[in-house]
């Protein structure tokens, strides 16, 4: 018998790869979506006649207990957020009710349809914030600095809490930046990315950056999500820090992203005020050492391997006139 899983935020990055996975380990994958006119079905579409979509939204518990006794699943993974930390400065009402309310709703409708069920939720590193320690592990204190960033702090807490309140089965992924093609043009590595490809090939003259000297742990999104898996076949939950334990400023990703197309950064790059945070997040370093002993887990792709992938693939999008998303 295979094992049923349910994805909230399958459309998205995370979603697509974690839905690869568990199919190649045999479940029946079934994802939540909302009904709206700009869904975007790109990142799956060439597993869609594999998985089953399921009308709901985050927003509305009824329609997460039809998710649920629909799909009969065992495991729920929450991928599902308002994830662009610059526009939740922009919507701090709607982040909130969908990044921290949301998984309330889930978690309660799992409690109500069937307890027993295996809960992932996807905390973030941004919960961190305002550094307290460095490197960051689970139990560094939390200091968000976005409303983003506050939303994924009560969606990690209430996790704790339904843990600790009614013995579910309820684990906390704290996932430093995990990036991939499939990335958003939105977040800052695929803007870069893109950027460089279309300087390369005379589609564009200029990049406009924010913070040059902001520093992250990124890795790679289809590493991460087999972290997600092995933390639901734990035989009991508990919280941990994804990440690959080195960190990088976004110069060096830019001078990586220009340096694979033989370009000159400092030709191209311009500093925007405009993309300044109100509050910046300087330095995030994960200490993955825990989910490296527990699970058995550690990245395989480097930070240089993954820039050249995104790269590589901005590239040949454009080559194909196709129009990245």
Not at 152 to 178: C, P
């Amino acid at each position: 018998m295979s094992k049923h899983a349910l994805i909230t935020g399958i459309t998205g990055q995370d979603g697509s790869y974690l839905a690869e996975l568990l199919l190649e380990k045999g479940y029946k994958v079934y994802g939540l979506v909302r009904r709206t006119s700009t869904l975007n079905f790109t990142r799956i579409s060439h597993i869609q006649d594999q998985i089953t979509l399921i009308s709901g939204d985050m927003l509305d518990q009824t329609s997460l207990q039809e998710a649920l006794i629909q799909s009969q699943a065992e495991e729920v993974y929450n991928l599902a957020a308002q994830s662009f930390v610059q526009t939740s400065f922009r919507q701090p009402v709607f982040t909130g009710d969908v990044t921290a309310l949301g998984v309330t709703r889930l978690l309660d409708a799992i409690r109500h349809v069937n307890p027993k069920v295996r809960f992932y939720q996807a905390s973030s590193s941004e919960i961190f914030g305002k550094v307290q320690e460095v490197p960051q592990r689970e139990t560094t204190p939390l200091y968000p600095r976005s409303p983003y960033g506050v939303a994924k702090a009560y969606g990690h807490w209430i996790t704790v809490n339904y843990r600790e309140s009614y013995q579910m089965h309820a684990t906390s992924g704290i996932l430093f930046n995990h990036e991939s093609e499939r990335r958003g043009l939105e977040f800052v590595t695929r803007k870069v990315t893109n950027a460089a490809a279309k300087i390369k090939l005379g589609k564009a003259k200029e990049l406009r950056l924010g913070n040059l000297d902001a520093q992250r742990d990124w890795g790679f999104a289809g590493d991460y999500v087999h972290a997600m898996w092995l933390m639901l076949q734990q035989d009991e939950p508990d919280d941990y820090v994804v990440a690959t334990g080195e960190t990088h400023t976004v110069q060096k990703l830019v001078e990586t992203a220009f340096g694979c197309l033989d370009l000159d950064w400092r030709q191209y790059v311009v500093q925007d005020p405009e993309f300044m945070r109100p509050a910046e997040v300087d330095l995030l370093i994960g200490d993955p050492t825990k989910a490296h002993q527990k699970l058995g887990w550690k990245p395989k792709v480097s930070f240089t391997q993954l820039i050249e992938r995104m790269v590589n693939h901005d590239l040949t999008l454009l080559h194909n006139g196709v129009v990245a998303d």
